[in-house]
Each structure stands twice: as structure tokens, then as C-alpha cells.
């Protein structure tokens, strides 16, 4: 009898909320490659919603629509980290300019520009931008690899299930990515807030900033990969 009345609170819940999953999908899917179809995005955020509604706990303090929307999104994130279309030739040019910014900045204690990455590298300027577009076509959702979601603007919800040792290492890690962050050069740091925090598409950007939505894909994938370069030490932890 509990039973059937706990499962018509999740069916319930799930029912209400289901336009919130739709929601976040048609969100998620504006500011990403076409390749993305929207209903795999709201197949796997009906899942988080699933998830969310058997979790939930209201003494946590957070509403369930909250609770819901980090559930939903975290669930649409890890079915596209699943079906990753990045050609290997992509994540091996990532690789090498994120290794030339790193050594760049270290040599000289400054932003890495991006004629010294090009020398260093041996590559024309157009194949670094081309590696910039690349990156940005197929490979949007790495930011998340160095923690660039909601939690590194402060909009996350604890879980009570995470230990005290996580959370510190958490809080620590968080600290590290906001200083990076602002150290950014300075557009760049804009084009990171504005796509992260104020969640505007790199189309609403551009008009923001007054140039193409194609520089703000180059922008925003050269603030990811110097953010990467300044976090290996922790990527590498995780």
C-alpha cells in the first residue's frame, strides 16, 4: 500500500514536471552543434527527472524544481559525454595548443597570444582557427570536463550524500576555476560569464559584443582551451 502511494507521488511529481525537461532541452539544444537531436536531449532529461523525484529530499532546503533542473541537465550532459562525435584528429590538436598555451604562460607569466601559439606550434593562422571552430562544432560540452557549469557561478545544490573530504576538494577546485576564470583576458572572460552565467547563445553574444557569432565560437573555444591549460593539474586529478 506505501509503495503504490510513494510511486503515484513520483508519477505525480514527474507529470508536473515534465514541461521543465522540455524546457531545459530546447535551452540545452540552442547552443549546440545541429548534430545534437533534441529528443535524445528529452529522453535523457526525463530520466534525471525520474532520478530527481525518487531523490528529492525537501529537508535539504533546495525546492524539488530546483533539485529537478540540476538533475535534468546533469542527465542531458552525460548522454552527449557519452556520444561524443569529436574526430580523434580534434582532441589531438586540443591537445597540442592547450600544451603551447601552458608553456607560453609559464615562460612568460602572461596570456598566451595567439601568434606565439601559432610559432610554437608551426601551424598557419588558418589552421589554428580552424582548430578553434572545430572545437566549438564538436566539442561544447568539455567545458563541463573542467567544471564549467552552474556550480562554478554558485548555482549548484549540495548533496547530502557527498562526504566532508569531497566538499572541501570541491570548494577548493571551484576557488582555483574562479580565479582562473577572472584572469581571462578580458573578452574572453566576458564571452565565459555571458555564455555561462547570463546563458545567452553564441548568436546573442555576438550582437552583444558587435562581432560574428563565428569569432564568439573562436573566442569562447580559446577561453576553454587556456582554462584547460590552467587546470591540467587538477583535470588530471579527476
Not at 31 to 44: G, H, K, N
Not at 77 to 89: H, M, Q, T
Not at 106 to 114: I, K
Not at 128 to 148: A, M
Request: no cysteine; net charge negative.
Amino acid at each position: 500500500m506505501y509503495d503504490n502511494l510513494e510511486n503515484a507521488g513520483h508519477d505525480e511529481l514527474v507529470t508536473k514536471y515534465a514541461p521543465l525537461v522540455k524546457r531545459i532541452a530546447y535551452h540545452l539544444k540552442a547552443r549546440l552543434p545541429a548534430t545534437v537531436v533534441v529528443d535524445d536531449l528529452l529522453q535523457a532529461g526525463m530520466i534525471g527527472l525520474l532520478e530527481a523525484s525518487r531523490k528529492y529530499d525537501a529537508n535539504q532546503g533546495a525546492s524539488f524544481e530546483t533539485y529537478a533542473g540540476i538533475r535534468i541537465r546533469g542527465s542531458m550532459l552525460d548522454e552527449l559525454r557519452r556520444n561524443d562525435w569529436a574526430p580523434k584528429s580534434v582532441h589531438r590538436r586540443i591537445r597540442d595548443i592547450t600544451q603551447a598555451i601552458r608553456s607560453i604562460e609559464h615562460r612568460e607569466g602572461r596570456d598566451a597570444r595567439d601568434e606565439e601559439v601559432i610559432e610554437l606550434l608551426d601551424i598557419s593562422r588558418d589552421e589554428y582557427f580552424k582548430t578553434l571552430q572545430d572545437v566549438s562544432s564538436h566539442r561544447v560540452l568539455s567545458w563541463d570536463e573542467i567544471g564549467i557549469n552552474e556550480d562554478a557561478f554558485g548555482h549548484s545544490t549540495s548533496d547530502s550524500k557527498t562526504g566532508v573530504h569531497e566538499q572541501l576538494e570541491k570548494q577548493h577546485f571551484q576557488a582555483k576555476l574562479s580565479d582562473s576564470i577572472s584572469s581571462l583576458p578580458e573578452r574572453e572572460k566576458m564571452i565565459v560569464s555571458l555564455y555561462y552565467e547570463s546563458e545567452l547563445n553564441l548568436r546573442e553574444i555576438g550582437s552583444v559584443m558587435n562581432v560574428s557569432e563565428s569569432r564568439i565560437s573562436q573566442l569562447l573555444s580559446q577561453a576553454h582551451i587556456r582554462l584547460r591549460a590552467r587546470m591540467r593539474d587538477w583535470i588530471a586529478q579527476q
